[in-house]
């Protein structure tokens, strides 16, 4: 257990937690709305802090990051909690265990432990992963500084629901990020996720005014966020206000927690995307949970420039300095080259 970061004390020994975009305040003995930062006696504490559900050692490409060192390891690691409640959570025996199932479990394991894991799999960089980085703040905090000094990069992969306090804080440590924008309707995050639109779309952008590296993901489910208008709504915010460059992950849902019922994403609904996407103007377009390919093409000439089976790269043709070598356009991201 740790005292919390971002957080202000109120009258009445309550406290506001200024990490994510609930900011929930919270009163002596009480838990926010991710059910792992506690008030007690008027200090707010991490009930997670160096407490790992997960580790494992992932491509950089399952995050996903297509343009964040590609053919790259990620070390990847969370904690127990979220502040979402998504209705189709891919990892909710994880995330919502401390709701559910009022318990908290976790190896204990130090910022320094992660980082030295991190150098012993020859992780390129490590991701704050599965469940929400945002909830878990203090402990990617620590490890990145340390991952830093060590030339790991850090990576999160999120909903995007932090403040902007938090990204100011964490953005000198923090390389990338794929930020789920679950949908671009607000009522939608409202009904299926108790959360809002807005914050998600301003953080977008604040990452990007930061320099961190961002790619988008879209989970497109049936009946809930697979309307043209809505995927062409998403796609145009994305080429206009984060930059065409900007990775789009459009991916497929399958059923899982409380959208058992729910029929899987109909292939012809992501081809209708990606070209919504393309549409828009977005360079690089990715189809996700499906087999085959996600190859990087130039946006220029259409040359591949990066060919993949699912995860794992099977060839690569860009040069050092991460330019197409048949025209010349430069390939947005980090690491590109050869």
């Known amino acids: 257990m740790k005292e919390g970061m971002l957080y202000e004390r109120l009258s009445d020994q309550r406290v506001r937690c200024n990490l994510c975009a609930h900011r929930c305040m919270i009163a002596e003995g009480k838990r926010g709305v991710c059910q792992v930062r506690e008030n007690r006696g008027g200090t707010l504490y991490s ?17 996903p990051l297509h343009h964040f060192y590609p053919g790259s390891t990620a070390y990847s690691i969370a904690t127990p909690g979220c502040n979402f409640r998504c209705q189709w959570c891919q990892n909710w025996e994880i995330s919502q265990m401390p709701r559910e199932q009022h318990f908290i479990m976790g190896q204990p394991t130090t910022p320094e432990q992660i980082v030295a894991a991190a150098r012993r799999t020859g992780s390129r960089s490590i991701a704050y992963t599965y469940t929400e980085p945002t909830v878990f703040f203090e402990l990617t905090y620590d490890t990145a500084r340390l991952a830093h000094e060590a030339g790991i990069a850090n990576v999160y992969v999120t909903n995007g ?3 902007e306090e938090m990204l ?18 607000d009522e939608t995050y409202r009904k299926y996720v108790g959360a809002r639109l807005q914050p998600v779309l301003d953080s977008l952008k604040k990452m990007k ?3 961190i590296w961002v790619e988008v993901t879209t989970l497109v489910i049936p009946g809930i966020n697979d309307d043209p208008a809505e ?38 609904t992501l081809q209708r995307a990606r070209e919504i996407g393309e549409e ?14 996600a190859n990087t093409l130039c946006h220029i000439c259409g040359h591949t420039l ?6 794992w790269i099977l060839e690569q043709d860009v040069t050092p300095e991460s330019t197409c070598p048949v025209c010349g356009a430069e390939v947005a991201g980090v690491g590109m080259g050869l």
């Open 47 to 63: 009930l997670v802090y160096e407490r790992l559900i997960a580790q494992h050692v992932d491509p950089i490409e399952k995050k």
């Open 161 to 163: 629901y932090m403040t």
């Open 168 to 185: 100011k804080t964490i953005h000198p440590y923090l390389d990338a990020a794929n930020v789920d924008l679950k949908a671009f309707r």
């Open 209 to 211: 005014e930061l320099g």
């Open 231 to 268: 995927l062409r709504d998403a796609a145009e915010f994305i080429a206009q206000e984060l930059g065409p460059e900007t990775p789009w992950h459009i991916s497929r849902f399958f059923p899982a927690y409380r959208m058992a019922d729910v029929p899987p994403t109909p292939i012809a």
């Open 280 to 293: 828009a103007g977005l360079w690089y377009i990715y189809v996700g949970n499906v087999a085959g390919e």
């Open 306 to 311: 990066i060919r993949r089976s699912g995860y």
